[in-house]
């Protein structure tokens, strides 16, 4: 295996979630608190949007590991693009669609459709703690797991049926804002990385949704940065992509 594809096979390892979206929300009861969140970044008005682009950046430098792709994603027809660098490094441009994943090529079912669940998980992750049928409990308010002061705990396990292992558990923390301001990753099986603990801020809006776009912290306790740029979002009958805006407090 070159170098580079074994940076790329990494960064599809690396904070891999579910691989499937959700058809419907509110598959199961979730706490309260974990609606509040939700709609503070906007589940209500999710309906409404018929686009939304992003570029996903990652660091770790411990792993001499740099990683920039974008993305558009229309959720109403599941028609995405990608922009990026294949296995071997070289620019590609891709579109496909999700309903048609079974007949597309390997390329896209193997690397670029499990990298654009990666990276929008990370985006819209409130939505989906409401969304995907999984066990999230209130557990209260409780120490940041990073620097002073505390939060309340919302506690998402994945059962069996979801994602690349059984038992990844995540752990939001809370601000009285109901903006997530730090959050905790344990994974359920023995590929690393083990634990995340990163930060959620440099929070934006674009049209109706609200997000968070820049996490730093440690992957296995080595330090890593992520951010997503040039987030924007159009919305059902406009043509016009509203770029996101530092949102206030």
Sequence with gaps: MTNSSRLYLIRLLFFSILLALPVTSGAQQVPPIAEEVAKAFGLD???RVDGIRYTFNLDLPALNLKRSESWEWDPKTQTITY???DKDGKPTKITYRRSQLSSQSDLIKTQIDPAFINDQYWLIFPF?????????????MRKLPMGKG???LIRI??????GY????????YVGADKRVEQMVYHRGGSKPPKLVIVTWAGYKKAGPLLFST????????NPVHLTFTDVSVKVAG??????AQPASE
């Design 150 to 152: 505390s939060a309340e």
């Design 83 to 85: 922009e990026g660098k």
């Design 214 to 221: 820049e996490h730093r912290g440690t992957a296995d306790g």
């Design 45 to 47: 008005s999710f309906g």
């Design 157 to 162: 396990k994945y059962g069996s049926g979801h």
């Design 165 to 172: 292992t059984p038992g990844d558990t995540w752990e939001l």
């Design 238 to 243: 406009s043509d016009h992509w509203m770029m």
């Design 128 to 140: 989906h703690v409401v969304w995907d049928g999984a066990t999230v409990t209130d557990e209260g």
